[in-house]
């Protein structure tokens, strides 16, 4: 019997893993895909991330980006540096997920990947965990399983809050500028924008809509963003993927188990990041499963707590903002975007050296006239 099983070797469940494996705590991570494995993403990490671990992640980020570029319906240019102590990191997320993965092997945790997990049952004190293959048990298990995954509701949480929006994406390939430069569109798409993310070797070009569910042509809408870019899409394959975007505090624990990454909806409604508020979810969960098997009965509720705490506050401005934002976006764009520090604000959010709750009351007021606490 495992200490505890972990569904899912993404940022939630490899950092969940690390975690617990440096603890001394037996650790297995299913995984249905093999890995490395790909994964749509837009790739940007915050360097804030580094803080949590004790290991170098220079082998797993593709490049680092400085500057920052927005338009509007693909004119009216804004171009800034971002004065940051460390660039935005750009990762591929089929390299950066496995490396996650392999530090954890280092520690001690152990991995079977290419295993769907079927079907889950709580035994007296322990989880067991069906497999295609074989069932393994554990006393604690964590849902790191992302949006479309079965955990949370074999787990119960069938009404979770949470906001389901959509991204379209491609990997074109290509070399990066000698300064390379992230670009967000607004009001090609609604309630959202469109990305050109550098790689290494290319770049991933994607829409995306974040707090509302009209009805968009992503294909149309991206093809035009692409032929602006000089790039030819027609040859190059498009995933779409679901977002589980935070709509609010909630539940995320039950017994002996925890949801973590975007099982918890925890993803950024006003950027859609999830991989920095993944990886915290995932260090909070090895924690208090630590704690939790250390003998702390009331570890789990103290999961939920912290997170809507920590994570909760945060995107609770997020959200306000992203409504004020995109609802308007036209008057978002000239007083939000266009404003003299809005680049480095968005820039240090973007790196973590600024919260939300730092700048929203400000930001709010430029958007809203009349705003108040």
């Avoid at 092997?105 to 074989?134: H, P, R, S, Y």
């Avoid at 990997?171 to 990305?195: C, H, M, Q, R, S």
């Avoid at 975007?262 to 995932?282: K, L, N």
Wanted: neutral net charge.
């Amino acid at each position: 019997m495992y200490d505890c099983i972990i569904v899912g070797a993404g940022p939630a469940g490899g950092t969940a893993a690390y975690h617990l494996a440096k603890q001394g705590r037996s650790v297995l991570v299913l995984e249905k895909e093999s890995l490395p494995r790909y994964k749509p993403c837009g790739g940007g990490v915050s360097p804030a991330i580094a803080q949590w671990f004790d290991f170098d992640f220079s082998p797993a980020i593709s490049l680092k980006a400085d500057s920052l570029r927005f338009t509007w319906k693909l004119g009216d240019p804004v171009e800034a540096k971002i004065a940051t102590k460390e660039p935005v990191w750009m990762v591929r997320r089929d390299v950066f997920d496995h490396f996650l993965v392999q530090q954890a092997q280092k520690q001690g945790a152990k991995l079977q990947d290419n295993t769907e997990v079927t079907g889950i049952e709580f035994q007296k004190d322990c989880w067991q965990v069906n497999t295609a293959n074989e069932p393994v048990t554990g006393r604690y298990l964590i849902a790191a399983d992302g949006a479309k995954g079965p955990m949370a509701k074999w787990l119960g949480f069938k009404e979770r809050k949470r906001l389901f929006t959509g991204a379209l994406e491609a990997e074109v390939p290509g070399i990066a500028d000698n300064n390379p430069t992230i670009y967000f569109d607004f009001g090609l798409a609604k309630n959202g924008y469109l990305w050109n993310f550098p790689k290494a070797d290319g770049y991933s070009i994607g829409v995306g809509t974040f707090i509302g569910r009209q009805p968009q042509n992503f294909k149309k809408i991206l093809d035009e963003y692409a032929k602006s870019l000089n790039v030819d899409l027609t040859t190059t394959k498009q995933y779409g993927h679901p977002l589980c975007i935070w709509d609010g505090n909630q539940k995320l624990h039950t017994q002996n188990a925890l949801l973590a990454g975007e099982a918890a909806c925890i993803v950024d409604p006003m950027t859609a990041e999830g991989i920095r508020p993944s990886i915290f979810s995932g260090l909070l969960a090895a924690a208090t499963i630590n704690e939790a098997l250390a003998g702390d009965i009331n570890a789990l509720e103290k999961y939920s707590e912290a997170i809507n705490e920590e994570w909760g506050t945060e995107m609770a401005w997020a959200q306000k903002l992203a409504k004020a934002f995109y609802l308007f976006a036209n008057i978002g764009y000239k007083v939000g975007i266009k404003h003299p520090s809005a680049p480095q604000v968005m820039g240090k959010i973007m790196c973590g050296e600024l919260r939300y709750g730092d700048v929203a009351t400000r930001a709010l007021k430029h958007l809203i006239p009349g705003f108040s606490n």
